[in-house]
């Protein structure tokens, strides 16, 4: 689980430096824009938990984010496809946090419906800070099937992790659903229904 955090943290540190890069934005900006997105959602989910936030007792979270970010900003001029890979980094993040969300809430001892959520805010709190900092409307917010991909991930972890499935298995699956669910929506502009 702890390789799952980090990767979730790095994945969406460059999401956030991609989004900064679209703003043609300096080396700090994307410094900072990409540890927000990258432990934004994790930290609230670990103070709405009572836990101990994740990145003060270990360091290597923010190095993480902080070394992806700068990456990004020394080698973001060489994509051409920019804003494609900030999708697809933002969606692959998404999987890997709404499962590492659920699972440390889990771990917590919380009532099944408190870990989905968790589930679900872990990722999201992320990429909104992401797109408010940068005043960009908020990607979960819109139509785009986003909230509904890390809840089916996160229900999909918690209904394997019940049934006593093998950790490596249930994490799998359950990314492996998130990121499915997202990317059909991604590749075929699948959009959730509006209220008229």
């Given at each position: 689980m702890y390789l799952v955090g980090l990767s979730a943290g790095l994945v969406f540190a460059i999401s956030g430096a991609l989004a900064a890069a679209e703003r043609n934005l300096d080396i700090v900006s994307f410094m900072l824009i990409g540890t927000v997105t990258g432990i934004g959602g994790g930290t609230l989910r670990d103070?709405?938990?009572?836990?101990?936030?994740?990145?003060?007792?270990d360091t290597l979270y923010l190095w993480?984010?902080?070394?992806?970010?700068?990456?990004?900003?020394?080698?973001?001029?060489?994509?051409?496809?920019?804003?494609s890979l900030l999708v697809w980094m933002d969606a692959v993040g998404m999987?890997?946090?709404?499962?590492?969300?659920?699972?440390?809430?889990?771990?917590?001892?919380?009532?099944?419906?408190?870990?989905v959520t968790m589930g679900?805010?872990?990722?999201?709190?992320?990429s909104l800070l992401?797109?408010?900092i940068l005043n960009q409307n908020p990607v979960l917010l819109g139509p785009e099937i986003y909230v509904t991909?890390?809840?089916?991930?996160?229900?999909?972890?918690?209904?394997?992790h019940?049934?006593?499935i093998a950790e490596t298995t249930a994490l799998l699956v359950a990314m492996g659903c998130a990121l499915g669910l997202r990317g059909a929506a991604i590749i075929w502009d699948l959009r959730?229904?509006?209220?008229?």
């Open positions: 103070l709405i938990l009572d836990a101990p936030v994740f990145w003060i007792g993480g984010c902080l070394l992806g970010s700068v990456a990004t900003y020394f080698f973001n001029r060489f994509i051409a496809a920019r804003h999987a890997l946090f709404c499962v590492a969300g659920t699972a440390k809430a889990l771990s917590l001892g919380v009532p099944p419906i408190v870990a679900v805010i872990t990722p999201t709190f992320g992401r797109d408010v991909a890390c809840a089916l991930g996160a229900l999909v972890y918690l209904g394997l019940s049934l006593g959730l229904p509006k209220f008229a």
